[in-house]
């Protein structure tokens, strides 16, 4: 990746071109348009569409670690969730549009050791994910709040807040 990783990452996974597998990377804009498309020095913020697996490389190195991808539990659609990494918010590639799914990936990530000391997972019950479709208006809703609410809590950070902190499973 060339440059030294910051210590926090927050990755938005899915497809925006796939109905409400845009949850993640629509997080993400948000995220960056409330910060200016200026993320405090301490926060990389990117979008991730391609192949779970590879994203283990893209955090190495990292501190904190911030997921947010579409899930689908049976929840009302547009609801938001924290997860921890052994949460089974999905699992399997038949519950991915990603492939390998992200619950699969985090296992893996675990078992090489390759896991940040922190992780969090958002997801955001999705239910739609036809090509072409836009995302369900409470799927952006959710999208929304929860770049507001990640801009206030990762902003108000320095960075050094993050080093060694466990991410607990939260409703």
């Known amino acids: 990746m060339g440059a030294p990783p910051v210590p926090t990452l927050v990755v938005g996974i899915g497809h925006e071109d796939r109905g409400d597998d845009a949850a993640g990377p629509l997080t993400v804009r948000l995220l960056a348009r409330a910060w200016a498309d200026r993320p ?6 990117r979008a991730w569409h391609g192949d ?3 994203l283990i490389e893209a955090w190495s190195g990292v501190e904190r ?4 991808d579409a899930v689908v539990t049976g929840a009302a659609v547009g609801t938001c969730r924290r997860y921890g990494v052994d949460a089974p918010f999905a699992t399997g590639a038949a519950a991915s549009t990603h492939g390998v799914g992200l619950a699969d990936a985090l296992a893996l990530a675990r ?11 958002w997801g955001i019950e999705a239910a739609d994910f036809t090509a072409g479709a836009p995302p369900a208006e409470a799927v952006a809703a959710a999208a929304g ?4 609410r990640l801009a206030a809590t990762l902003g108000a950070e320095d960075g ?4 060694r902190r466990e991410a607990a499973p939260m409703a």
Not at 145 to 148: G, R, S, T, V
Not at 160 to 163: D, F, Q
Request: glycine content about 6%; cysteine-free; hydrophobic content about 60%.
């Open 111 to 121: 078992a090489l050791g390759r896991l940040p000391p922190a992780v969090e997972v």
């Open 65 to 68: 670690l911030v997921l947010v």
């Open 52 to 54: 779970l697996l590879g």
């Open 160 to 163: 050094a807040s993050t080093r």
């Open 40 to 45: 405090p020095p301490h926060v990389a913020v």
């Open 145 to 148: 709040d929860l770049a507001a």
